[in-house]
């Protein structure tokens, strides 16, 4: 069990996809479909997916992407 997984500020992200084929379990994808946010392109994030290695943060340049 992993403590520390990835967090989203979802409401920071620009859909630039930068962060997508980033990860190497596949925990991150676009998707037009996201809560408040439908109809607007965001990222969204597999929480089962991720193990934390933080690999994908350094890839947003808006600060969306956080370990906490
Ligand atoms: S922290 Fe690692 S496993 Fe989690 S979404 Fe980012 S790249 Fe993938
Ligand atoms: S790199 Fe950041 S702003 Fe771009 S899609 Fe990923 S989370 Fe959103």
Do not use: Q
């Not at 037009?32 to 994908?56: H, L, S, T």
């Amino acid at each position: 069990m992993v403590d520390n997984k990835l967090s989203l500020n979802i409401s920071r992200c620009t859909g630039c996809g930068a962060c997508i084929g980033k990860c190497p379990f596949s925990a991150l994808a676009m998707s037009y479909n996201n809560g408040e946010f439908k109809n607007i392109k965001k990222v969204v994030f597999n929480a089962d997916k991720c193990n934390g290695c933080g690999a994908c943060i350094n890839f947003c340049r808006f600060g969306a992407l956080f370990i906490k």
